[in-house]
């Protein structure tokens, strides 16, 4: 920003004690004064605007650990929105808690200029408004959807040392020898918890969930036998099943997932009625500048969609989207009434 610069007096062109080129060179004078002084309003104008934007380090709100899908997907956008900017940078800040209401909360008042977004998922802003009472944000009112990233399948996870089913219809049949089907969640009121309600209807058998504060404390339910399968997003679930620790027994997209091909769906299997997943995606506080969100949402496309962009999305397990903000909206509301109708199914409320 330059200076300010002392106001300068009008010029008279009355009187003869000032030359014409000394009358001109004054007039250069006090025009640029005048610019000068009118630079910074410029400045912030054009930033309003958009035009500027951005001009100082973004910051993504996630709210769930390090090293789980949502921070590794952060972490990758972040990395490549970064180097379109410039390299401005572009910081990840992991608000775990509460299965990302906390994160939520925040985010949701945040200043809506762009400089604070979330990178949000299913459960904080599909889910959520079926399964709690209160929240501490209105997913519709307090959002305004940017783009959604990418979307994750599920997959059935199994201990090999403990469970000996290698695939869905034998786990089906050695549970139902069994005292129950107990499935680990990572969190109430999760996607994965509400899959598993999905799944027992499925294979026509009650699960009884057991919710885990974090992924490390349910795979270590599930490696412990305290659980006998989990359901995991496939950039969890992949470098477990590729180590051998653990053995998927399908995943629940409409076709198989890049990350583990050999592995079948569950309709597949024959269990046709069977398909869930989630998503993550990139929202900013409400009366954001429309044409900050339209920027945002057109980067954060260029960003995923590119061929480096693409690829390292892929090998984390997930799908690639990149929506328009349109879509991605329109993704939240239809997924809203849909998770609805299965939360109510349970009757589950997390307060």
Same mark, same amino acid.
């Given at each position: 920003?330059? #200076?300010?610069?002392?106001?300068?007096?009008?010029?008279?062109?009355?009187?003869?004690?000032?030359?014409?080129?000394?009358?001109?060179?004054?007039?250069?004078?006090?025009?640029?004064?005048?610019?000068?002084?009118?630079?910074?309003?410029?400045?912030?104008?054009?930033?309003?605007?958009?035009?500027?934007?951005?001009?100082?380090?973004?910051?993504?709100?996630?709210?769930?650990?390090?090293?789980?899908?949502?921070?590794?997907?952060?972490?990758? /956008?972040?990395?490549?929105?970064? *180097?379109?900017?410039?390299?401005?940078?572009?910081?990840?800040?992991?608000?775990?808690?509460?299965?990302?209401?906390?994160?939520?909360?925040?985010?949701?008042?945040?200043?809506?200029?762009?400089?604070?977004?979330?990178?949000? *998922?299913?459960?904080?802003?599909?889910?959520?408004?079926?399964?709690?009472?209160? /929240? #501490?944000?209105?997913?519709?009112?307090?959002?305004?959807?940017?783009?959604?990233?990418?979307?994750?399948?599920?997959?059935?996870?199994?201990?090999?040392?403990?469970? #000996?089913?290698?695939?869905?219809?034998?786990?089906?049949?050695?549970?139902?020898?069994?005292?129950?089907?107990?499935?680990?969640?990572?969190?109430?009121?999760?996607?994965?918890?509400?899959?598993?309600?999905?799944?027992?209807?499925?294979?026509?058998?009650?699960?009884?969930?057991?919710?885990?504060?974090?992924?490390?404390?349910?795979?270590?339910?599930?490696?412990?036998?305290?659980?006998?399968?989990?359901?995991?997003?496939?950039?969890?679930?992949?470098?477990?099943?590729?180590?051998?620790? /653990?053995?998927?027994?399908?995943?629940?997209?409409?076709?198989?997932?890049?990350?583990?091909?050999?592995?079948?769906?569950?309709?597949?299997?024959?269990?046709?009625?069977?398909?869930?997943?989630?998503?993550?995606?990139?929202?900013?506080?409400?009366?954001?500048?429309?044409?900050?969100?339209?920027?945002?949402?057109?980067?954060?496309?260029?960003?995923?969609?590119?061929?480096?962009?693409?690829?390292?999305?892929?090998?984390?397990?997930?799908?690639?989207?990149?929506?328009?903000?349109?879509?991605?909206?329109?993704?939240?509301?239809?997924?809203?009434?849909?998770?609805?109708?299965?939360?109510?199914?349970?009757?589950?409320?997390?307060?």
């Amino acid at each position: 920003m330059k #200076p300010l610069v002392p106001h300068t007096p009008a010029l008279s062109t009355a009187g003869p004690q000032y030359s014409t080129p000394r009358r001109a060179l004054l007039a250069a004078t006090a025009l640029a004064a005048a610019a000068s002084l009118a630079a910074p309003w410029g400045a912030a104008h054009a930033q309003a605007a958009g035009g500027a934007y951005p001009n100082k380090p973004v910051r993504i709100i996630v709210g769930f650990p390090a090293g789980t899908g949502p921070d590794i997907v952060a972490r990758l /956008l972040a990395q490549k929105l970064s *180097e379109g900017w410039g390299n401005l940078g572009v910081i990840v800040d992991n608000k775990p808690g509460a299965g990302g209401l906390i994160a939520a909360g925040e985010a949701a008042r945040a200043a809506p200029d762009g400089y604070t977004l979330m990178l949000g *998922e299913t459960g904080q802003l599909s889910i959520a408004p079926s399964s709690y009472n209160k /929240l #501490p944000y209105d997913p519709a009112k307090d959002f305004t959807a940017v783009s959604q990233v990418v979307t994750s399948d599920f997959v059935l996870l199994v201990n090999p040392q403990k469970v #000996p089913s290698r695939n869905v219809k034998e786990f089906v049949d050695w549970t139902k020898q069994q005292k129950g089907l107990f499935l680990a969640t990572f969190g109430a009121g999760t996607p994965g918890h509400f899959g598993a309600f999905m799944f027992g209807d499925a294979v026509k058998l009650k699960p009884e969930p057991v919710h885990y504060k974090n992924t490390s404390d349910a795979l270590g339910g599930l490696f412990s036998g305290d659980v006998q399968g989990v359901f995991a997003s496939v950039g969890l679930a992949a470098p477990n099943v590729k180590a051998g620790k /653990l053995v998927a027994l399908g995943s629940t997209g409409a076709t198989r997932t890049n990350a583990l091909p050999d592995v079948p769906t569950i309709k597949e299997q024959g269990y046709a009625n069977l398909e869930f997943s989630s998503w993550f995606g990139i929202v900013a506080p409400a009366k954001t500048p429309p044409e900050i969100v339209a920027k945002l949402s057109a980067d954060i496309v260029k960003a995923v969609q590119s061929p480096e962009g693409k690829a390292k999305m892929e090998e984390a397990g997930f799908r690639v989207t990149g929506t328009s903000q349109q879509e991605f909206a329109r993704i939240i509301a239809a997924d809203t009434v849909t998770w609805g109708k299965a939360v109510a199914a349970t009757g589950f409320k997390a307060d």
